[in-house]
């Protein structure tokens, strides 16, 4: 089955505690990329990646760090990690480019982080 | 911020009456995309339309653009109670592709 999936699903923890969050896909796609959901705020995008080795930043890439080594995963770190950084954040991907950028995203089920 | 806007923030209906958004964006586009979320879970695409398009159609969906208003709608036509969710439109930039999203309208539709 075609998926993204992300782990932990939910995650309390304190400030400063490094944590990071996974994402993993199998749909071969070329572009993954991280958003953060807030109440009233829609979603915004952290980082994205449009191949191995490629990141940029989103509108909101304070505090966090990705990396793309694997075509397949997308790890989000947060390596001191600060009560404004809880939220819901999800992970999507889609098949790429450089043409033909009109593909739709497919997202992950969200992880629920919680920074005490 | 970047951040696109759409309007109505919420829109409460009966059953069998249609449904608009409207969605709103800064720079230029390669295109807009419009997704759904229940309660708090992931996104589920719904809809694209690129930037040389003017309209499109999907089942009970009807999406159009305006590129010189840099603006979109999302037409729900003969809502039912199972379309009660959250609507959000994305817009792809051009130079860089970052992806934008609304605020977000909240669909409730009433049996």
């Known amino acids: 089955e075609a998926q993204v999936t992300q782990n932990p699903r939910y995650l309390i923890t304190v400030t400063g505690k490094k944590l990071t969050v996974t994402c993993s896909q199998n749909m071969n796609h070329e572009y993954m990329s991280w958003y953060r959901q807030d109440p009233g705020l829609g979603l915004r995008q952290i980082y994205y990646s449009m191949n191995v080795e490629v990141t940029d930043k989103g509108d909101v890439p304070e505090g966090y760090k990705v990396s793309r080594k694997e075509k397949r995963n997308f790890p989000l770190i947060l390596e001191s990690p600060s009560p404004n950084q809880t939220s819901l954040y999800f992970c999507?991907?889609?098949?790429?480019?450089?043409?033909?950028?009109?593909?739709?995203?497919?997202f992950g089920d969200g992880t629920r982080l919680s920074i005490l | 911020s970047q951040q696109g806007e759409e309007d109505p923030q919420a829109l409460s209906i009966q059953e069998g009456e249609n449904a608009t958004m409207n969605c709103s964006y800064k720079?230029?586009?390669?295109?807009l995309q419009w997704y759904r979320q229940n309660s708090g879970r992931g996104l589920v695409h719904l809809i694209l339309i690129r930037s040389n398009e003017r309209e499109k159609h999907s089942g009970r969906l009807r999406v159009t653009l305006d590129t010189s208003k840099k603006s979109s709608s999302l037409l729900i036509t003969a809502s039912r109670a199972a379309d009660t969710a959250s609507y959000f439109c994305?817009?792809?930039?051009?130079?860089?592709?970052?992806?934008?999203f609304g605020a977000g309208t909240r669909l409730f539709v009433k049996a």
């Open positions: 994305a817009s792809l930039h051009t130079g860089g592709f970052k992806t934008i």
């Open positions: 720079t230029s586009i390669n295109n």
């Open positions: 999507a991907s889609s098949l790429f480019w450089a043409e033909n950028s009109n593909q739709p995203q497919h």
